[in-house]
């Protein structure tokens, strides 16, 4: 699997979390934390 093509399914996971969490900050943090990380 692409790398790219994982990084739109994460994204895509974490759209669907952010439409039914109540911490969206939380999850914001840590999602642009995993950007960060992948990214390096």
């Not at 093509?5 to 995993?34: A, E």
């Amino acid at each position: 699997m692409p790398h790219g093509q994982l990084l739109l399914l994460y994204l895509f996971q974490v759209l669907n979390l952010l439409c039914t969490s109540k911490y969206l900050h939380i999850v914001i943090l840590i999602v642009f934390k995993r950007l960060i990380y992948y990214i390096k």
